[in-house]
């Protein structure tokens, strides 16, 4: 998998508006329970936590580095769900090319900003895991890459 692959498959985890990630379950790890954390795309990211939990085999003593990643994956996924809520408001007051390709850089940002927070919380984790259960998340992730790809098709 490329290193672009890769990057998408971490813009992937962390956005609330690609939903596509094959991950079901309840959560693991306690999330403030807000009005935007009972939503459905809430609880679709609650799902995806729970998922790549199971999936890299998170163990006891990896639950506080997991835990920045559960965070980092749920503040990224409000950040999405607000921009997306000002958007659909802006769009009902009228929207014109320019101004939708400013909100398609918010967006933008958003994403690579989100990115850098996984990215980095992630990395923590990672580098702590024993080198057997970075293969497994290595394999995790280069499966979703494939299962992303052959589902679009």
């Avoid at 992937?12 to 807000?34: E, G, H, N, R, V």
């Avoid at 559960?70 to 950040?79: E, K, L, W």
């Avoid at 293969?135 to 790809?149: E, I, L, T, W």
Wanted: aromatic residues 6%; proline residues 3%; neutral net charge.
């Amino acid at each position: 998998m490329s290193f672009f692959n890769r990057q998408i498959v971490l813009a992937t985890l962390m956005s609330t508006t690609m939903l596509a990630l094959p991950f079901a379950a309840t959560a693991q790890t306690a999330a403030p329970m807000t009005a935007e954390a009972t939503s459905p795309k809430m609880e679709s990211v609650e799902q995806r936590i729970t998922s790549l939990h199971d999936s890299l085999k998170i163990t006891t003593s990896e639950e506080g580095s997991w835990t920045a990643v559960a965070t980092s994956m749920r503040q990224n996924a409000v950040a999405m769900q607000k921009l997306t809520a000002a958007k659909s408001t802006q769009e009902q007051q009228g929207m014109t090319a320019t101004d939708d390709l400013k909100a398609y850089t918010v967006f933008a940002q958003a994403h690579l900003d989100g990115l850098k927070n996984l990215s980095a919380s992630f990395g923590t984790l990672y580098n702590a895991m024993p080198a057997d259960q970075q293969k497994v998340a290595d394999q995790v992730f280069r499966d979703f890459g494939h299962k992303g790809s052959a589902a679009s098709k």
